[in-house]
T-cell receptor, first 113, second 115 residues
Framework: DGGITQSPKYLFRKEGQNVTLSCEQN?????MYWYRQDPGQGLRLIYY???????QKGDIAEGYSVSREKKESFPLTVTSAQKNPTAFYLC????????????FGPGTRLTVL | GNSVTQMEGPVTLSEEAFLTINCTYT??????LFWYVQYPGEGLQLLLK?????DKGSNKGFEATYRKETTSFHLEKGSVQVSDSAVYFC??????????????FGKGTKLSVIP
């Protein structure tokens, strides 16, 4: 079955450590996205990529980094520079072009202790 | 810039009640509009969409009509069930912006349906 996988579902890290969240899709989508969700808030865009080896900052990119070396994969690193990293992180993908819906993964809940 | 405004929740309804969740938007171009649903601890699932004015999206008994004159995309269901309890997000995709595949989301409306 086609879809998006994120791992792990729950992640705990000590303050000051970098951590990488995995996102893989087998939908053959060109575009991929990372969002952050906080309680009672909508989704805020961290980074997006429309094609392999290219990505752009979203609204809240500070303290995060990404890579897009393969079409299927778009890992997100939460660095120690991110001041408040505890949140629910969602990865999504879509075909290129307006009007195409984004498909979401199940999310990773990151807790920094 | 683009923005989406949803009615604030939480919304609590009895089973079989009528549901309306209001959504209005601001966009520079001619956006596509979406409703997503999120169940506890999960990612978002597309509920329905509309890509041009006067289109009606529908799925699982939910409906929403793209109203360009009022810049609205209100979500409705005639008879809600306990299983509809979730958070609902309105979103738009505006092709005129630099990041033309991005979605702009509302803050979400939490719906609780009680038996």
């Amino acid at each position: 079955d086609g879809g998006i996988t994120q791992s792990p579902k729950y992640l705990f890290r000590k303050e000051g450590q970098n951590v990488t969240l995995s996102c893989e899709q087998n939908l053959n989508h060109d575009a991929m996205y990372w969002y952050r969700q906080d309680p009672g808030q909508g989704l805020r865009l961290i980074y997006y990529s429309q094609i392999v080896n290219d990505f752009q900052k979203g609204d809240i990119a500070e303290g995060y980094s990404v890579s897009r070396e393969k079409k299927e994969s778009f890992p997100l690193t939460v660095t120690s520079a991110q001041k408040n990293p505890t949140a629910f992180y969602l990865c999504a993908s879509s075909k290129r072009g307006s009007g195409n819906e984004q498909f979401f993964g199940p999310g990773t809940r990151l807790t920094v202790l | 810039g683009n923005s989406v405004t949803q009615m604030e929740g939480p919304v609590t309804l009895s089973e079989e009640a009528f549901l309306t969740i209001n959504c209005t938007y601001t966009a520079t171009g001619y956006p596509s509009l979406f409703w997503y649903v999120q169940y506890p601890g999960e990612g978002l699932q597309l509920l329905l969409k509309a890509t041009k004015a006067d289109d009606k999206g529908s799925n699982k008994g939910f409906e929403a009509t793209y109203r360009k004159e009022t810049t609205s995309f209100h979500l409705e269901k005639g008879s809600v069930q306990v299983s509809d309890s979730a958070v609902y997000f309105c979103a738009l995709s505006d092709p005129s912006g630099a990041g033309s595949y991005q979605l702009t989301f509302g803050k979400g409306t939490k719906l609780s349906v009680i038996p």
